[in-house]
């Protein structure tokens, strides 16, 4: 089974900042990972798809990258709308989720 | 519009059955891949089933292979998931998504339902 190593788990931001999160699969999954953002009480939603393609709707200030095996979510400019918790999915073979990051009011 | 609409969730002993439902509108619906997201109170995104859009393709994680059965009816745009034998950490928001309408693997989920709350407990 491939496992999805997400990290930080949380982090403090305030607005404007500019926001990293890195997933690392445990394998080759090509360029198959998605991102998505969830609010509390809410499903996720996609945001990047192919590691770097941005899904119709989302900003321009979230974009994705890929090297070898690690992934990297980030937020140009994070905004208020923006604090929630962010997953990153391999679906190379079958689907893994990371365990997650919440991003939170510095 | 795509939307997603799960129900049947509810409380069931430890044992028990549910069977969850998702009516889906919106898109043509059969031709989508389908699959089942849970996700256990305060914790993480774990997927639990997927479907392909004729249904011929089904697979499971290995914790509920056996016990649940996903399937789907084209003619009623709906989207099944039998859960039998139902252990406590069963219990989770089980959400329904929207595949690919040409894989059966090897894809992201583009849209998700709000989800059903189910609760395995004695």
């Known amino acids: 089974d491939i496992q999805m190593t997400q990290s930080p788990s949380t982090l403090s931001a305030s607005v404007g900042d500019r926001v990293t999160i890195t997933c690392r699969a445990s394998q080759s999954i090509s360029n198959w990972l998605a991102w998505y953002q969830q609010k509390p009480g809410k499903a996720p939603k996609l945001l990047i798809y192919k590691a770097s393609s941005l899904e119709s709707g989302v900003p321009s200030r979230f974009s994705g990258s890929a090297s070898g095996t690690e992934f990297t979510l980030t937020i140009s400019s994070l905004q208020p709308d923006d604090f929630a918790t962010y997953y990153c999915q391999q679906y190379n073979s079958y689907w893994t989720f990371g365990q997650g990051t919440k991003v939170e009011i510095k | 519009e795509v939307q997603l609409l799960e129900s049947g969730g509810g409380l069931v002993q430890p044992g028990g059955s549910l069977r969850l439902s998702c009516a889906a509108s919106?898109?043509?619906?059969?031709?989508?891949?389908m699959s089942w997201v849970r996700q256990a109170p305060g914790k993480g995104l774990d997927w639990v089933s997927s479907?392909?859009?004729?249904?011929?393709?089904?697979y499971y994680a290995d914790s509920v292979e056996g016990r649940f059965t996903i399937s789907r009816d084209n003619s009623k745009k709906t989207l099944y998931l039998q859960m039998n034998n139902l252990r406590v950490d069963d219990t989770a928001v089980y959400y329904c998504a929207k595949g690919d309408p040409v894989a059966t693997l090897g894809y992201h989920f583009d849209s998700w339902g709000q989800g059903t709350l189910v609760t395995v407990s004695s």
């Open positions: 919106g898109f043509t619906v059969s031709i989508y891949a």
């Open positions: 479907i392909s859009g004729t249904g011929g393709a089904t």
